[in-house]
């Protein structure tokens, strides 16, 4: 079975995941670890509010914050293999606190958080790369009156490097960037304010 990486620190530090197979792009080791030091640098993390995974793939990200103490985890991805492959990873981590949803990301976004046990500290959103999905879902998230993200929590979107989403959507502002080869992870909060480069 295809691999995606390990869990890189916590309580089910050193397990190896699996990867739902061609089309997905797991979360590299070194890419986690900074997307995990940067969210526990600024204290996203995570007993209270939790983490979103979105697009969730492996289930990787949010199979990272639960190791890293998350109280809860809810992995929402459209395909039904991968929905097995996560469901399987957090059998094999051994790790409480994961819900896998199967279902359309823009159609979960549309209905009110606490379909999902409410507001969240940190969501992570990572979809097809040839797919224009995560403007639509960033603003789902940043809509006035949007109860899916906590006051200070933060919504990270992974994509293309050059495929850069805008620096204002709704209620959210970018203040990060984070750069890994052809991969950039653009850092969102409500109104933030100017973003900044690092990385």
Known sequence: ???????????????????????TRPLSDRLKQGLFAT?????????????LDLYAGSGAAGIEALSRGAGRAVFVERDARACRVIADNLRRTGLPGGTVVRADVL?????????????????????????????????LLAAPGSSWLASDGVVVAKH????????????????????????????????????????
């Open 39 to 51: 969210l526990a640098a600024e204290s996203r993390l995570f007993e209270d509010g939790g983490f």
């Open 160 to 199: 293309f490097w050059r495929d850069e989403p805008p620096p204002a959507l709704g209620e959210f502002r970018a203040y990060r960037r984070r750069r890994q080869g052809e991969t950039m992870l653009s850092f969102y909060r409500h109104d933030a304010g100017q973003a900044t480069e690092e990385g």
């Open 107 to 139: 159609r979960f976004l549309a209905q009110p958080a606490d379909a999902a046990g409410g507001a969240f500290a940190a969501c992570l959103l990572d979809p097809p790369y040839n797919q224009p999905l995560i403007v639509p879902a960033l603003e």
């Open 1 to 23: 079975m295809p691999d995606a990486g390990r869990v890189v620190t916590g309580s089910a530090k050193g397990h190896r995941l699996a990867a739902p197979g061609e089309g």
